[in-house]
């Protein structure tokens, strides 16, 4: 959904809230009576890892998996894209020290190199099967 700040900043403060980002000026975020009771994947950025921790809810289990895409594969994927030369070069320069110090922390569960969407989700849901169980 796309909501105005006053919006998100009410929505921040419910008790339902899970997940929440920012990049650059814009806010990102989940609310559990929008995501599947039973099983449940949100993408989602280093810093909101870090919110999801600290604010989420503490009775869901979770792995984190952090999907390595290399810089050409992200180019390529982002080409079609209007904007692609300015907004492609600006995001990737926010974000690149908030990824690579990510990767060498550790802080994750599992690592996936991202160059095949496919194969990248066959091996998501591999991962997922083995900590919860069949996936539909």
Known sequence: YFIDD???????????????TKIGPYR????????????MV???DPKGIEWFKEY?????????????????????RCKNRSDY???FMKRN????????DFMLSGDWD????????YQTAK???KLLELKFGEVE
């Open 85 to 87: 030369e300015i907004s």
């Open 93 to 100: 320069e926010a974000e690149k020290d908030m990824f690579e």
């Open 123 to 125: 091996s998501i849901i």
């Open 42 to 44: 949100y993408i989602i």
């Open 56 to 76: 989420g809810p503490k009775n869901v289990e979770y792995i984190t998996i952090f999907l390595h895409v290399p810089l050409i594969e992200r180019m390529r």
């Open 110 to 117: 599992y690592i996936i190199r991202n160059h095949d969407a």
């Open 28 to 39: 990102y975020g989940a609310i559990s009576r929008d995501c599947d009771a039973d099983t």
């Open 6 to 20: 006053y919006f998100m900043d009410e929505l921040v403060n419910i008790e339902d809230f899970i997940a929440y």
